[in-house]
């Protein structure tokens, strides 16, 4: 497996700092938060993105995928958020970015059929965009939709080969889900997995991977028993959580607590 960490660990970073330290805690990747608040972003214009493509390309990290903001269960009309899914998915092709993330982002108002049919027509319709543009899209387990049981709903249906699975591992897990479960019902669809940890349900601050509740070990062990060989992300939530420690400074001791993990479960 290979080991990412996503920029919302460092918001508003340059990208040249990204990937310097990325390249320092022997990362193979990052994950851009595609935010407006973040250097690379739908708004960027191409030459922008000519500029960070060739940063990678000269650093020798990869750009794991792209984390954009759309809902895809959400109410509300349907045309919007194509279209805030094709700007990402066409970022993601200048960037040569594999993914981009979506999120479920059903409203408490829905009945879960709604948001169920909601999120894989809007879906399936995305995933011919993303089939011409070389890009896959990814249902994260989030919100709404936070087990991969949940998750599994909406890309049953829509049965396309752009469109796969994020696996969040603090979602499922705050919806009582085992890993086993999570990786049995999303493991056809599975694009990466993010890794965080935390103090408990009701604490989600972000904390140095292995010093909270989360199955990591669990999790990890899962998947190389599985034989799965994808890429583990580190999301550490800074940007939600400004008390939280930088996470520069836990960079390799976190890269060392999952080469442990890994070696580990070889």
């Known amino acids: 497996m290979k080991l990412a960490f996503s920029t919302l660990g460092v918001p508003g970073l340059p990208i040249s700092d990204v990937l310097q330290l990325a390249s320092a805690h022997g990362y193979h990747g ?11 972003h739908p708004g960027i214009g191409l030459t922008e993105r000519a500029e960070v493509a060739a940063l990678f390309k000269e650093s020798g990290i990869e750009i794991l995928g792209l984390a954009g903001y759309a809902r895809v269960a959400a109410p509300g009309d349907d045309d919007a958020v194509l279209a805030e899914i094709r700007d990402l998915l066409e970022l993601a092709r200048d960037l040569g ?6 999120f479920p982002g059903g409203d408490p108002g829905q009945s879960r059929e709604e948001a169920d049919a909601t999120a894989a027509r809007r879906l399936g319709t995305a995933a011919e965009i993303a089939a011409g543009l070389g890009v896959r899209i990814l249902l994260e387990t989030h919100d709404s939709h936070r087990t991969g049981a949940d998750a599994i709903r909406v890309l049953g ?37 993010q890794v965080k940890d935390i103090a408990s349900a009701e604490d989600t601050t972000p904390l140095p991977l292995g010093a909270g509740v989360l199955p990591l070990t669990e999790c990890v062990e899962l998947l190389s028993r599985e034989g799965w060989d994808g890429w583990l992300c580190w999301e550490y939530e800074k ?28």
């Open 239 to 266: 940007r939600w959580y400004e008390a939280a420690p930088p996470l520069e400074g836990l960079l390799t001791p976190g890269h060392d607590h999952l080469a442990r993990l890994l070696n580990d479960s070889a």
């Open 97 to 102: 970015a594999p993914f981009v993330r979506v």
């Open 157 to 193: 249906p829509v049965g396309h080969r752009q469109v796969g699975a994020l696996w969040d591992i603090m979602h499922t897990w705050l919806g009582g889900e085992q890993p086993s479960a999570t990786f049995a019902a999303l493991s056809p669809h599975l694009g990466y997995v």
């Open 30 to 40: 990052v994950e851009l938060r595609a935010h407006p608040e973040e250097p690379v």
